[in-house]
Every structure is written in structure tokens, then in C-alpha cells.
């Protein structure tokens, strides 16, 4: 069995190839950004720092919301936080968003002068790949000034549902989430983030689901679908070393899957957990 990682890091199970990349802009783009904008209610003029930016589709489309204001995204992979750049300077946005390369466990920028002077602290599926989730919203909670809001997004692996269910799918998701385990991450930290604000320092104030799923007949299946799915293929390789699962056993399953795609009746249930709290 592979040997549980140092408290101190951090692994992301799903790389930085072109794959994953297509793969995450897609779901930013289709599936999560306008809803994940408009439970921010953010006036416009705010001061937001964007802990594991990643590609800053949202990070910038919280920067649009806040023309008075000003955004910092955090970002501690030099291959995303160059794609981010690329992708923001084609779009013309090159200066929307001041981007910081950092470590949100080792954070350096908690030395700069505006520490503690944000009004809203965000962070979207980052903290399901932490061994220590805490210490990053401790150090979220920092950032922000007395009154300041904290903002956690993330999933819970537990909450998903396909139906009818392709055979075999729901033994590889369940591999799929013991790889979590292997690595000291965890991920049902969902269903944890209330607590996590709590024990960080801040008072709870809000949370909710945002719906992340869809059926057969709508516009965005096809890409809801391939995403899905590209959770797996990008973890493949992870999961079968950790000998979770082999490979013919995923292929099946890939199979499988792929003509439940075809189905009329197709339906994948699966939501976003969501919490707020404020600085004290």
C-alpha cells in the first residue's frame, strides 16, 4: 500500500495534462460559474483573494463582478497558473486579475502588506486535495478583515448518484474515492465545511447545494458526462497503482458507461457543497 503523503503537502490526483485542462475549463465554463457567482452576492467594489485559482475562469469572473474592486488569485502550479494567463490574456483580460504563484500551505504571500484588509475569501475544490484543510482556511480567514467573508466550495463524493446506473460504475467510484485515503486527503470534505469555518475562527452563517448534475435532453449532458467520466481517466492511472482497481476492469466500466450515455432516460444527481462564514 502506498505510504500516506507528509502533512505538510499536498497531491493532486488528476495532473496537469492538456486533458485535464480542457477538462476543468469545460466545467468551470458550462456547469458551475454562473450559479457559484450568484451565491457570492458580491456588491462590486470588494477586495477578493481566490485561494487555488487553477485555470481563473471564475477568479476572473469574480473580478468582472467587482469593477471597483480588486482580485487576487493564488495558485501554487506554475503549468496552471501559466494557462491561466494564456487563457486570460486571449480572452483580453490579461490585467483583470493580479495572480500570485503560491503555496496555500506554505503561504508566502501572507507576508504582503494587504493581508488581512480582503472582504471575501474564496476557494473552490482545493480542499478535498488537502491533508490538513484547516490550516488553509485559517490562513483564509487571516486574510480577510474583521467582518470579512469566508467562501468554501467542494464536493462531497458521497452525494452522487447515476441512474440507470451503468453496471460496474459504482464499485469504480468507490475506488475512484479510496484513492482520497491512500494520499491523506478526503473526500467527503464537503459535508465538512460548516465545521471547518467553525473550528478556523469564523461564524457560520450560510450554506446550501449547488446542483452539479443533468439529464438525458439537455444542452450540456454531453459535456456533463464527459466530465463525469474525465474525473476517472485523469485518476486512472493513480487508481490502478494503487492497485484499486486494473485496467480491464476500468475499461469495461468505461464501456459500459459510455452507451448509458446514449440512454433517454439518463440522470446524474450530484451537488456542490457551499458554506459561508464571517471573520469575527
Known sequence: MPAIIEPMSSTYIHGTSEEEQRRLSLMNDVLLNRESLLEMHLRGDERIIDFGSGLG?????MARAVPR????????DPVQLASAKRIA?????SSLVEWRQDDV???KSATASDWGTFDVAHTRFLLEHLPDPLRVVRS???AVRAGGRIVLADDDHGAMRLWPEPPGYADLWSAYVRSYDRIGNDPYVGRRLVQLLHEAGASPVRNRWIFFGGCAGMEIF??????MFGVLQTARETMIRMRLCDEAAFDAVERSYREWCRRPDAAIWFAMSWAEGVKR
Not at 475562469?57 to 469572473?61: D, G, I, L, S, W
Not at 474592486?69 to 501554487?76: A, N, P
Not at 490574456?89 to 483580460?93: Q, R, V
Open 57 to 61: 475562469q471564475f477568479t476572473r469572473a
Open 69 to 76: 474592486g480588486h482580485v487576487v488569485g493564488i495558485e501554487r
Open 89 to 93: 490574456e486571449a480572452d483580453g483580460e
Open 105 to 107: 500551505l506554505e503561504l
Open 140 to 142: 483564509m480567514v487571516s
Open 222 to 227: 454531453p459535456v456533463l458526462t464527459a466530465n
